[in-house]
């Protein structure tokens, strides 16, 4: 069973640092989606950065490029996002979430097939 076990998060001021982590295990294939989506007031949610297990680009959403950090270590199946340089809207719940799809785009988190979430932390960025 695929589990996602998220730790991080926390509240800091703006202009400060935080990183999440999300351990994973129990996935059987090799290729899938796996990244950092947030959700805010209203279940408004919005796909932040993404990797394919099978390598190429990482997806950024516009709104945390150049801020925001997508990395995975290997040996210890561990997906980490760091956010630096956060502003108060980056305010939200942050989950870790993977899915397989043809391609990982930036909804991968809603594709139907194998579709995982972990249970979500909050973070707040104060002014």
């Known amino acids: 069973q695929v589990q996602l076990v998220q730790s991080g998060g926390g509240s800091v001021q703006a202009g400060g640092s935080l990183r999440l982590s999300c351990a994973h295990s129990?996935?059987?294939?090799?290729?899938?989606?796996i990244g950092w989506f947030r959700e805010v007031e209203g279940n408004k949610r919005e796909g932040l950065a993404v990797?394919?297990?099978?390598?190429?680009?990482?997806y950024y959403a516009d709104s945390v490029k150049g801020r925001f950090t997508l990395s995975h270590d290997n040996a210890k199946n561990t997906l980490y996002l760091q956010m630096n340089s956060l502003k108060p809207e980056d305010t939200a719940l942050y989950y870790c979430?993977?899915?397989?799809?043809?391609?990982?785009?930036?909804?991968?988190?809603?594709?139907?097939?194998?579709?995982?979430w972990g249970r979500g932390t909050q973070v707040i960025v104060s002014s």
């Open positions: 979430a993977s899915s397989r799809g043809a391609s990982c785009g930036s909804t991968w988190y809603d594709y139907e097939l194998d579709n995982y």
């Open positions: 990797m394919s297990t099978a390598g190429g680009s990482t």
């Open positions: 129990g996935h059987t294939y090799n290729r899938y989606c």
